[in-house]
C-alpha cells in the first residue's frame, strides 16, 4: 500500500525527494523537474492550438528536448507529442458537439489539413468527425462539466472489435 500512494503522489507531482527515484524500474524525476514538468503541460493545455515545438516547451520546462520528453513521458505516461495531440482531440470533441463544422473546429484547434485532423480523429475516436457531430451527446450533455471532461477524454490504445453485417472492424474508443 505504501509503495501505491508513494506512485500516486509522484504522478500527481506530489513528490518531496530531492533525487530521483526507481520504482518498478520507471525513474521519477526529481521535485524541480515534476514543477518544471507541470508549468510545460499547463502550457500545451493553454496554447494547443498554437503550432507548438518540443523544443519550445522544453525550454519553459528548462531541460534539453531529449531529457524533457524523456522525463514527461516518466511523469505523465505519454510523450509530450501524444499528450498535444489529446489536448486538441478532447477540445475538438467539445466543438463538435456543440454543432461546430468539422472544417472550423480543424483549424480552431491547432490542425492545418483536414484530412491530418479527420484521419487522426477517426484513430483515436474511433468514428470520423461527421458522425461524432451527427451522433446524439444528450447524455454527455447532460453531466456537469468535470465529468463531461472525464467521460469524453479521447483514450489511446484501447481498441473494440464492432461486428458490422459480416466483417468486423477494429474500433477504438
Not at 500516486?8 to 521519477?28: K, M, P
Not at 523544443?55 to 507529442?81: L, T, V
Not at 472525464?150 to 458490422?164: E, F, K
Request: charged residues 25%; hydrophobic residues 35%.
Amino acid at each position: 500500500m505504501g509503495v501505491v500512494l508513494l506512485w500516486s503522489s509522484v504522478r500527481l507531482g506530489r513528490f518531496a525527494f530531492g533525487t530521483s527515484v526507481s520504482l518498478s524500474g520507471v525513474n521519477i524525476p526529481k521535485m524541480t523537474n515534476l514543477v518544471n514538468l507541470r508549468r510545460a503541460r499547463d502550457f500545451i493545455d493553454r496554447e494547443y492550438a498554437q503550432s507548438l515545438e518540443v523544443s519550445d516547451i522544453a525550454r519553459i520546462a528548462c531541460m534539453s528536448e531529449a531529457h524533457f520528453s524523456r522525463s514527461f513521458r516518466a511523469a505523465f505516461g505519454e510523450s509530450p507529442h501524444s499528450y498535444l495531440l489529446t489536448r486538441r482531440i478532447e477540445r475538438a470533441k467539445a466543438l463538435l458537439r456543440q454543432g461546430e463544422s468539422v472544417t472550423r473546429t480543424c483549424f480552431s484547434v491547432g490542425y492545418l489539413s483536414l484530412g491530418s485532423f479527420s484521419s487522426r480523429f477517426t484513430e483515436i475516436v474511433g468514428e470520423s468527425p461527421t458522425e461524432y457531430r451527427e451522433r446524439d451527446h444528450g447524455s454527455v450533455n447532460s453531466l456537469p462539466s468535470c465529468l463531461r471532461m472525464i467521460a469524453t477524454r479521447p483514450q489511446r490504445g484501447n481498441v473494440l472489435l464492432r461486428d458490422d453485417s459480416e466483417r468486423k472492424t477494429a474500433v477504438k474508443f
